[in-house]
């Protein structure tokens, strides 16, 4: 029978401690152990105050930006540290980022119950349920691609005025009709609750530590972001540079994306295929790349109206522009396809096991894929649509132009 393993407390070194507004009256007696016999306390100016009447060696604010301090965390490696964080340090909190520099053997953490968990409480909803995302530090229209009539949200919000904020963007996207509810301060003495449409939202003197809950209503007029991919052409701003629908969807399938893998869009036009490719999962990666100002601009538009803030712009001209961009896991060339090197560039800088996709209408470009498939392998598809339109007083069917696909997955 194989022995239980036991953890080594003692090579754990580094103590995350969760503190709530309720202060050292919500610690364990194991947590107030870890901050009093601390040789270093961190933590941001709130914690710190929080936790003053236990604290006994010294104090370390986090300074800005928060990794300036870990390499003074990390020079404490052996002797006793406590860092203080909100809640759950390793949900949305601090503990990702300490985690880079120390191992799961040298971390001991004791959450408390994180600000998603309090305002599921306060609200009576299943977390499962609920999308549980954070607005503090990114882009307020990440929500977008969570709002669809009857969704619930929990959001941290960045600061005060982010509920006021949020009940706009709703509104402007045809949500007016849901109920926003500031949960303020949540375990402590100032813990405020207060709900308003976002249509008619007027809260004020918002504490900057607060959770947005929001239940989604909305009319005919909703913008949606659907699930499928092959979004509808009229949700892309365009000057016409647009892979349409039903070749996008097949691209998107063609590219096979994976969750957290990064996609290199080259030609990035109006930017439908590295935001579609976003929307797959929160945590994949897409990076454009786009010689055209205007049209990079207005793929960045599209990204945030859709929901996929994260997607990152390169203006340049490939194959310069590719040179110190990290490593694809996929690559789909849209544009430039005529341009001297691009595909060898972007081959090379393919991670093995990486998939490429490249898209042709005229000739000369579907030469250059036949060519690229005699010396790499892989497939090619002839993608023919029609669409039925009006031919005098009967209908017809009207074909696209046709499109020449080239798929590959490097060994």
Request: glycine share 10%; net charge negative.
């Amino acid at each position: 029978m194989m022995e239980p393993r036991e953890t080594n407390t003692l090579r754990r070194w580094l103590s995350i401690v969760g503190i709530g507004e309720d202060g050292v009256e919500g610690l364990t007696a194991h947590a107030r152990a870890l901050v009093s016999s601390a040789e270093l306390v961190v933590g941001g100016a709130r914690h710190l105050a929080l936790a003053a009447p236990l604290i006994r060696g010294e104090t370390l604010p986090w300074p800005s930006p928060l990794h300036d301090a870990f390499p003074q965390i990390a020079a404490r490696r052996g002797r006793p540290v406590c860092v203080l964080a909100s809640g759950d340090p390793f949900h949305y909190g601090v503990g990702k980022q300490i985690a880079t520099f120390a191992g799961a053997d040298e971390i001991l953490c004791v959450p408390q119950p994180s600000s998603f968990s309090l305002a599921a409480s306060r609200m009576a909803w299943a977390l499962q349920d609920v999308a549980a995302i954070t607005l503090h530090g990114r882009a307020l229209e990440g929500v977008t691609r969570h709002l669809f009539p009857g969704a619930r949200i929990l959001a941290l919000s960045w600061d005060g005025t982010t509920p006021a904020k949020a009940a706009r963007l709703l509104t402007d996207l045809g949500f007016g009709a849901s109920t926003l509810t500031v949960l303020e301060e949540m375990g402590g003495m100032g813990e405020r609750v207060s709900s308003a449409r976002a249509d008619a939202f007027t809260l004020d003197g918002i504490a900057a530590l607060n959770v947005l809950a929001i239940e989604v209503a909305g009319g005919a007029d909703a913008r949606i972001v659907p699930l499928t991919p092959g979004l509808d052409d009229a949700l892309f701003e365009s000057d016409g540079q647009l892979t349409k629908r039903e070749v996008r969807a097949v691209t998107l399938a063609a590219l096979a994306p994976r969750p957290g893998e990064l996609l290199w869009d080259i030609g990035l036009g109006s930017g439908s295929i590295a935001i579609e490719w976003l929307l797959r999962h929160p945590a994949m990666r897409a990076i454009g790349v786009e010689e055209n100002a205007e049209r990079a601009a207005r793929a960045m538009r599209n990204a945030l109206s859709l929901g996929a803030p994260d997607l990152r712009v390169v203006e340049g001209c490939a194959p310069d522009a590719l040179a110190d961009l990290p490593s694809p896991d996929a690559v789909f060339i849209g544009g430039g396809l005529t341009d001297a090197g691009v595909f060898d560039a972007a081959w090379n800088a393919l991670k093995p096991g990486g998939r490429i996709v490249a898209n042709a209408v005229t000739l000369e470009s579907e030469a250059l894929l036949v060519d690229a498939f005699k010396r790499r392998g892989g497939e090619l598809t002839r993608i023919e649509i029609s669409r039925a339109s009006a031919l005098g007083s009967f209908t017809g069917w009207r074909a696209a132009m046709p499109v020449t696909q080239w798929r590959a997955v490097k060994s």
